[in-house]
């Protein structure tokens, strides 16, 4: 009989989140995309931004294909001094695969969004049900995709394997598409937004998203590359590089360690499926609310199904804490962005009004406010690791960062949901912009303002989400790296700043 893992739910619930991505695709193309002039636009949207990452991958695939000689070359020993080069030929394909599912996850993300902008334009004329829901199940495909392709990437390395350092180089080359697509997308986005406003807003007097504005199109192209597909390969590098940390430090540890990340990974696979499943909106209702209900959700749902893991599997539930402390902290992350962000609340407003005294005072007090927006957030992530430590610590020697690598992996087991709301944000924007240029009149246009408003608010939760992992990632990769390091040298290894 052919024994069955529990970690086995990872490779399983990546490859269901995956089918459902595909499934919300159709779900979005089944739609009218609308008059012959809405087609117009958003072709011309699609056309930009399939030629910016096609240009960015041109230049990621040479960077891609030096590396992988270097790590074939270098890595984890020079192929001329091993007896065994295959490890190193192992390393390289890891690196390639790594690579190829972050670009595939954030072109998926991006083609999809370019077709759900028109689509949620067009049901706007009917109301805000059909348009929410297709803009939002446009963005859960980039989610879907950016969690189903990570887990199932890192899983089929380590089944074929069975070496959780191999997982190393599918890392380095989820990292090498982060940094090409957040960078470059996130310059291209700021710099189109700046052009178009700068010649329509402020030299031809013209409102935002006028069709008379010929940079109009690439300020929207620039939201599809910067805010879908950069931020998707973001926190696709950030999941798996955590994940990474995690196995790393319980291969060390020994025992369950080394299994227990990835069914706490299939689980949070499995959370997010239900999460997108309960967010909905009526006529008048919240969009900003229906997505925060969405998050929220799938955090209890998390701390729920791995809660019911742990015991069935007899997980410590030390560790089981530690994980939700993290996704806790992560959840104080996403209500501090969406106090400071939302234009239903107070700084938002202050800062608005602000604008009547003059551009100075806007700038300050909008400064003022972000400046203060950092303290809960940083509060949040300092305590969470501290819990985390000093819950796991009593288990043992190195169980204690063991702990800290569970509330960063616990922060991004949601990832699913959260890339959704991210992606909800330039679809929304889009259609706004399209809904405008095709001249669908001013009621359209509001039902999208508050799509839009929304969108806006969920993008500040994801970078907050994005900045807060990637720090708890980076502490847990540094001691994995120490722990790792001291095993092979077999000698003490410490981090002294002062020395």
């Not at 695939?61 to 192992?90: C, E």
């Not at 569970?406 to 912009?433: E, H, R, T, W």
Request: net charge negative.
């Amino acid at each position: 009989m052919f024994p069955f893992h529990p970690w086995w739910l990872a490779p399983l619930s990546a490859l269901v989140s995956i089918l459902v991505g595909g499934y919300l695709r159709g779900y979005v193309n089944r739609h009218d995309p609308g008059t012959e002039r809405m087609r117009f636009v958003s072709e011309a949207i699609k056309e930009g931004s399939r030629a910016f990452l096609n240009r960015m991958f041109r230049a990621l695939g040479l960077f891609v294909a030096v590396m992988a000689v270097v790590l074939l070359l270098f890595l984890p020993h020079p192929i001329w001094a091993t007896d065994r080069p295959l490890k190193n030929v192992v390393m390289a394909a890891a690196y390639l695969f790594g690579s190829a599912c972050s670009a595939f996850a954030g072109y998926l993300g991006m083609d999809v969004a370019t077709d759900a902008n028109v689509r949620s334009a067009n049901a706007a004329r009917r109301g805000i049900t059909d348009a929410f829901n297709i803009a939002f199940r446009g963005g859960a495909v980039m989610g879907l995709s950016v969690i189903g392709l990570a887990l199932l990437g890192v899983s089929v390395v380590y089944l074929l394997t069975g070496d959780s350092n191999v997982v190393t180089g599918f890392s380095f080359g989820a990292s090498a598409m982060a940094l090409f697509a957040k960078a470059g997308g996130g310059i291209y986005t700021k710099t189109a937004d700046i052009g178009a406003d700068l010649v329509g807003k402020v030299e031809m007097g013209l409102p935002e998203d006028d069709p008379r504005n010929p940079a109009v199109v690439a300020d929207n192209v620039g939201d599809n590359v910067g805010d879908v597909a950069g931020m998707g390969s973001d926190l696709f590098d950030s999941y798996v590089a955590s994940l990474l940390a995690v196995m790393l430090l319980g291969s060390v540890l020994g025992g369950v360690l080394m299994e227990l990340p990835l069914v706490y990974a299939g689980v949070g696979v499995v959370a997010s499926l239900l999460g997108v499943a309960v967010v909905r909106v009526d006529e008048g209702g919240d969009p900003g609310r229906a997505l925060n209900r969405g998050t929220y959700f799938t955090c209890i749902f998390y701390a729920l199904l791995t809660l019911c893991a742990s015991w069935l599997l007899g997980y410590d539930y030390r560790i089981w804490f530690s994980s939700v402390v993290g996704l806790v902290a992560g959840v104080v992350i996403g209500i501090t962005s969406d106090y400071f962000t939302s234009i239903n609340r107070a700084p938002a407003r202050k800062t608005a009004e602000a604008s009547v005294t003059g551009a100075a005072i806007n700038i300050i007090t909008g400064f003022s406010y972000g400046l203060l927006s950092v303290f809960p957030p940083l509060i949040g992530i300092a305590l969470a690791s501290l819990i985390a430590y000093s819950l796991c610590v009593s288990l043992g020697p190195g169980y204690g960062v063991y702990g800290v690598s569970a509330a960063a992996f616990g922060m991004l087991s949601v990832v699913g949901m959260v890339v959704a709301s991210d992606s909800f944000g330039p679809i929304g924007d889009n259609a706004k912009g399209i809904a405008e240029q095709a001249d669908l009149g001013e009621e359209t246009i509001e039902i999208l303002d508050r799509l839009d408003a929304a969108g806006n608010t969920s993008k500040a939760i994801t970078k907050g989400f994005a900045i807060g992992a990637a720090g708890l990632t980076v502490i847990s990769l540094l001691v994995a790296f120490k722990e790792v390091a001291e095993v092979l040298t077999g000698e003490p290894i410490s981090f002294e700043l002062m020395n």
